[in-house]
């Protein structure tokens, strides 16, 4: 036999009576849950619910927001999609981090060889996303744009 190796906790591995039984609650509420779209497990080729070890870690945090906390399932709902979004925005702003990283080290770079035009360049964006290069000390076109500028101080000295 193979050593152990991890389960992958979005992995659908459970049938519905035994995710309910990790999560302590009768199966039917497993069902309405997934009917508001509190936990939304996938689904087999017949249609049958699968549950992964992350959707049973869910079902408990839904059990105790309404137990312990007395929210609502609308509450919840809306709690739970506030959560995703979070985390979703935490990983964009990773790769932004990565990328302005990765800029920063392609400047220093530049700066330390000699420099030239592109050294420590400014970039600024306008409340539609589009974003412009501009020479250190220029301001964007527009100033009553919303633009924003990246900077970093002192990238130039």
Same mark, same amino acid.
Request: hydrophobic share 35%; glycine share 12%.
């Given at each position: 036999?193979?050593?152990? $190796?991890?389960? /992958?906790?979005?992995?659908?591995?459970?049938?519905?009576?035994?995710? &309910?039984?990790?999560?302590?609650?009768? +199966? $039917?509420?497993?069902?309405?849950? /997934?009917? #508001?779209?509190?936990?939304?497990?996938?689904?087999?080729?017949?249609?049958?619910?699968?549950?992964?070890?992350? /959707?049973?870690?869910?079902? %408990?945090?839904?059990?105790? =927001?309404?137990?312990?906390?007395?929210?609502? #399932?609308?509450?919840?709902?809306?709690?739970?999609? #506030? *959560? /995703?979004?979070?985390? $979703?925005?935490?990983? *964009? =702003?990773?790769?932004?981090?990565? &990328?302005? &990283?990765?800029? @920063?080290?392609?400047?220093?770079?530049?700066?330390?060889? @000699?420099?030239?035009?592109?050294?420590?360049?400014?970039?600024? &964006?306008?409340?539609?996303?589009?974003?412009?290069? #501009? %020479? %250190?000390? $220029?301001? +964007?076109? %527009? +100033?009553?744009?919303?633009?924003?500028?990246?900077?970093?101080?002192?990238?130039?000295?």
């Amino acid at each position: 036999m193979p050593p152990f $190796q991890q389960i /992958d906790e979005r992995a659908p591995v459970f049938v519905i009576s035994v995710a &309910a039984e990790l999560a302590g609650m009768h +199966p $039917q509420t497993l069902r309405q849950y /997934d009917r #508001l779209g509190l936990v939304s497990p996938q689904r087999t080729s017949g249609r049958g619910r699968r549950y992964s070890a992350r /959707d049973v870690a869910q079902l %408990r945090e839904v059990q105790r =927001l309404s137990q312990e906390e007395g929210i609502n #399932l609308a509450g919840i709902k809306r709690i739970l999609e #506030l *959560q /995703d979004e979070v985390t $979703q925005l935490q990983s *964009q =702003l990773g790769s932004v981090r990565e &990328a302005i &990283a990765a800029m @920063g080290g392609r400047a220093s770079g530049a700066r330390s060889s @000699g420099g030239g035009e592109n050294s420590g360049r400014v970039f600024a &964006a306008d409340s539609a996303g589009r974003v412009s290069t #501009l %020479r %250190r000390g $220029q301001r +964007p076109a %527009r +100033p009553d744009s919303g633009a924003v500028v990246l900077w970093r101080p002192g990238g130039g000295r």
